[in-house]
């Protein structure tokens, strides 16, 4: 099969030191991210967002993110994903980043959104808007600071965070197809 056949991304949680996953997603469970253009591993910081960081593992637990996609980029600067409406890939581009949102309320933190941080999506001033959408960071976000909830960091596969970022994008960073 062509790598084109088998487009998608799938996350999966690992953990060093238990066979099975506890309730509660301890310091040393990892996402990792394999997408059409490479892999990249998360940490979750479940002393910054504990509330989000059970959120998260949870949802991939289940496979929510099985078959999504990344769908806003501003090259270099951040990439969007999350949205399942984008599991179905006939959704209307114009619904794309408005899933998933008002399930979760926010914790935030005093992280900076600095490259490799993983924060929720949130609806811009609505509070407590916060739920299965989220941006990676991959260059200084200060206007982000405090206004949304850092849960994550990127520990491997940076780069293949800069190709996503760097797909050819529209009117406000959505993209010409989604990064699966």
């Given at each position: ?110 992280t900076k959104h600095e490259r490799g941080i993983v924060s929720t999506v949130s609806i811009p001033n609505v ?10 960071c991959l260059a200084p976000q200060p206007a982000l600071d405090g206004k949304y909830t850092v849960w994550a ?28």
């Amino acid at each position: 099969m062509s790598s084109k056949a088998l487009s998608f991304l799938s996350i999966t949680l690992l953990l060093s030191t238990a066979p099975k996953l506890p309730a509660q997603a301890p310091k040393d469970l990892e996402a990792v991210f394999e997408t059409d253009l490479g892999s990249f591993r998360l940490e979750f910081l479940p002393e910054k967002a504990p509330k989000h960081v059970d959120f998260f593992a949870d949802l991939i637990r289940k496979g929510f993110y099985d078959g999504s996609g990344f769908h806003r980029v501003f090259a270099y600067g951040l990439i969007q994903g999350g949205d399942p409406l984008l599991k179905d890939p006939k959704t209307k581009k114009e619904l794309w980043g408005t899933g998933g949102l008002r399930l979760l309320k926010s914790e935030f933190n005093d992280t900076k959104h600095e490259r490799g941080i993983v924060s929720t999506v949130s609806i811009p001033n609505v509070a407590d808007s916060e739920g299965a959408q989220f941006f990676i960071c991959l260059a200084p976000q200060p206007a982000l600071d405090g206004k949304y909830t850092v849960w994550a960091r990127v520990t491997e596969g940076i780069e293949t965070i800069e190709k996503v970022s760097a797909v050819p994008a529209g009117d406000g960073g959505l993209v010409e197809k989604p990064v699966r």
